[in-house]
């Protein structure tokens, strides 16, 4: 699907804004660890003036088009207006994993090449001890101190400072390569890889997910995946954040997270198998069964028979798709949660469904990785062989930033001007086109002369421990 190369992922939300500006488009709680303190709400209509108010305060630091800024604090409806108000200007929202180490954050910090950072105060006042951050303009969402400024008392001082007629969000035409969002996450080994989400590429994720898993713009969602809130707001749907720390979800305290989706009246959410694992032994201990839930996403990992049948039974009047995908893709396919349970056994490894229309895939021979479109096309193995996961199409991600190793290393170019992307995963693909896990290519097993790939070993464990979890 081929869309105008010049446009702004954000013109997507702002025609939200102008079907229904009093819908709720973001309700998010206020967390500390597993502790809900309150929560805030934000309508389309609000969310468009909060845009523009940012979009003031941004050009007021003299940041342009193509400027990046680091973005290192909870998801909130204030993260989402940073995120969309300098993505409508053509700034680029940068995204640095914090859970991958001290050596690889600073690493990340100073690849992002980036002219401002907003963040918790806690970080920011750390900033003599790290060099990086002294040329960037140093903005704490919380407060004040020596060298590091208020976003409130900013957003403040440029009220007045600027022309108030600057009322409505202005969005900037951007290339088919300009930069949109950033995230970095760590490698398996050297630099962090920086994943190069621009506004094209965001656009196609919008349409591939749309397209593979449908919605309608009366759904509530409440999805534990951040990024999804950018979709649902390309699609007019309210999102509400569960009473989750998104930091760690398998934490999450079921009661609160379950009262919730029953008083805002959700109707679909998503979430990772550690998180919906406890939910829905929750539900089912206390019978608390969600009939209103029409569709529930699970992805981010494999799923066990004993969790596939836990949803089925948790949400019974839901579809329930498995998802498989990556930051690099997203979707690549999935599968029912009843498809799943009547099949799983027909293999080894984990079934995870059928490609999306926009996902083009080979399965490439495991060791002896091709470098060039061709090779690899003409080294594809046949239905049922085992390989390593090639996937292609308008929503993968052509590459990483500023990071030429990591492009060769995962990305082959096409004539076409797509890429093929390696997704590090082996698997097959069985008689009816479904894709079925087996592993990851650099945790196989070695055994004299043989390779092993651990899903097939774990995917037997996890069925004899039933409720538990195995990790090879």
């Known amino acids: 699907m081929k869309n105008d190369t010049n446009e702004n992922f954000v013109d997507y939300v702002l025609k939200q804004v102008a079907s229904h500006p009093a819908k709720s488009a973001i309700v998010a709680p206020f967390m500390n660890g597993q502790d809900c303190l309150g929560e805030e709400r934000i309508t389309f209509g609000e969310l468009s003036r909060e845009i523009a108010r940012y979009q003031r305060l941004w050009l007021s630091l003299s940041l342009a088009k193509g400027d990046r800024v680091i973005l290192i604090f909870k998801p909130s409806v204030q993260l989402y207006v940073c995120v969309l108000s300098l993505l409508a200007l053509g700034m680029v929202p940068v995204f640095v994993d914090t859970g991958m180490g001290l050596k690889k954050i600073k690493m990340a910090l100073a690849d992002a090449n980036a002219k401002a950072i907003v963040s918790m105060h806690s970080l920011l006042s750390k900033f003599w001890f790290l060099p990086v951050l002294w040329p960037m303009k140093r903005i704490s969402v919380d407060k004040s101190s020596l060298g590091v400024q208020s976003l409130g008392a900013l957003l403040n001082a440029q009220q007045t400072a600027l022309d108030n007629s600057y009322e409505q969000p202005k969005t900037t035409s951007c290339s088919e390569n300009d930069h949109g969002l950033i995230s970095f996450t760590s490698g398996s080994t050297g630099r962090p890889k920086g994943a190069d989400r621009t506004h094209q590429s965001l656009i196609q994720q919008h349409m591939a997910i749309k397209a593979h898993l449908p919605n309608t713009v009366d759904d509530i969602d409440s999805p534990s995946f951040p990024v999804v809130v950018l979709h649902n707001l390309c699609c007019g749907i309210t999102s509400v954040l569960p009473k989750v720390d998104l930091a760690h979800p398998a934490a999450v305290l079921p009661q609160q997270v379950v009262e919730q989706w029953n008083r805002e009246s959700i109707t679909r959410l998503s979430g990772s198998p550690a998180y ?39 949400f019974p009047n839901a579809i329930i798709k498995i998802v498989y995908g990556s930051t690099e893709s997203e979707p690549i396919s999935s599968v029912s949660a009843q498809e799943y349970i009547s099949d799983q056994h027909q293999h080894n490894g984990y079934l995870v469904g059928y490609p999306s229309q926009h996902i083009e895939l080979c399965i490439a021979p495991i060791d002896n990785t091709p470098k060039q479109e061709e090779a690899l096309t003409n080294s594809a193995l046949a239905q049922g062989e085992e390989g390593q996961i090639f996937v292609s199409g308008p929503h993968v991600l052509k590459g990483y930033v500023d990071n030429i190793e990591a492009d060769n290393e995962n990305k082959i170019p096409r004539s076409n001007g797509l890429v093929w992307h390696k997704t590090g995963d082996t698997g097959f693909v069985d008689t009816k086109g479904r894709i079925w896990l087996t592993g990851r290519v650099k945790d196989r097993i070695k055994l004299s002369h043989k390779s092993l790939s651990v899903y097939q070993v774990e995917k037997a464990l996890d069925e004899l421990l039933e409720h538990g979890r195995s990790a090879i």
């Open 276 to 314: 919906l694992e406890k939910i829905t032994q929750y539900i089912i201990a206390n019978q608390q069964y969600l009939t209103k839930v029409n569709f529930v996403a699970i992805g981010g990992s494999t799923v066990s028979y004993a969790l596939a049948k836990n949803l089925v039974s948790a």
